[in-house]
């Protein structure tokens, strides 16, 4: 793959840039909203705690930022182009995050965040539209892996819509904030699978 960085990307209506620090304590207050992380993996499940201080997570924030901009780094904050409002954020991480037996950089995972105000308008599908046709396009990417709890239909959708395949088997995952095991569906998306399915829609 290519180590292009957080390169900004724009849409009709967004605009996703490299992550800064000041944006990063209204992307905080959307993390905690629960509609949003009930489902979103960000920490074990050990640390959440810490989670819901700001003074301990600025801390944090401020040391990532750090490497915000370097080149193998593929994290967005996502904004509205009018009014400019920063409404979520979006990443393209390794792979092993998400299954930690692959270690191949070709080989990514996804996820991201919308204030629950700008759900449902389609800004979701815009910026992993975006972010996916610049990794596969720019970065050279071969393949994403993801997953989605089949009880959240607003996250596996915006998969379909975008070309993932679901796979046959399912699995059982721990989210940050819930105590229960959670029955995900997978899904995978091969760079020559995604670059045919929008050429041809």
């Known amino acids: 793959m290519k180590y292009l960085g957080s390169k900004q990307l724009e849409t009709d209506r967004l605009i996703?840039?490299?992550?800064?620090?000041?944006e990063q304590k209204r992307l905080w207050e959307i993390l905690m909203i629960p509609e949003v992380n009930r489902y979103f993996l960000t920490v074990p499940i050990k640390f959440r705690d810490k989670l819901n201080d700001w003074s301990r997570q600025e801390k944090y924030y401020e040391e990532e930022m750090k490497s915000s901009h370097d080149n193998n780094?593929?994290?967005?904050?996502?904004?509205?182009?009018?009014?400019?409002e920063c409404i979520g954020r979006i990443s393209c991480h390794e792979a092993f995050l998400e299954n930690p037996n692959i270690n191949d950089p070709n080989i990514r995972g996804v996820g991201w965040i919308i204030d629950p105000k700008y759900q449902?308008?389609?800004?979701?599908?815009?910026?992993?539209?975006?972010?996916?046709?610049?990794?596969?396009?720019?970065?050279?990417?071969?393949?994403?892996?993801t997953g989605a709890a089949i009880c959240n239909p607003a996250s596996w959708k915006i998969m379909e819509?975008?070309?993932?395949?679901?796979?046959?088997?399912?699995?059982?995952?721990?989210?940050?904030?819930?105590?229960?095991?959670?029955?995900?569906?997978?899904?995978?998306l091969t760079s020559e699978k995604y670059l045919s399915f929008h050429k041809n829609c």
Do not use: H, N
């Not at 996703?16 to 000041?22: I, P």
């Not at 940050?176 to 995900?184: K, S």
């Open 73 to 84: 780094v593929f994290k967005w904050s996502i904004f509205l182009k009018e009014p400019g």
């Open 16 to 22: 996703l840039k490299a992550q800064q620090m000041d």
């Open 120 to 145: 449902g308008m389609g800004y979701g599908t815009e910026a992993a539209k975006a972010m996916i046709d610049f990794m596969f396009s720019e970065c050279k990417i071969s393949k994403i892996i």
């Open 161 to 188: 819509k975008l070309g993932f395949e679901r796979q046959k088997q399912t699995k059982m995952i721990q989210y940050t904030f819930l105590d229960e095991l959670i029955e995900i569906y997978c899904y995978e």
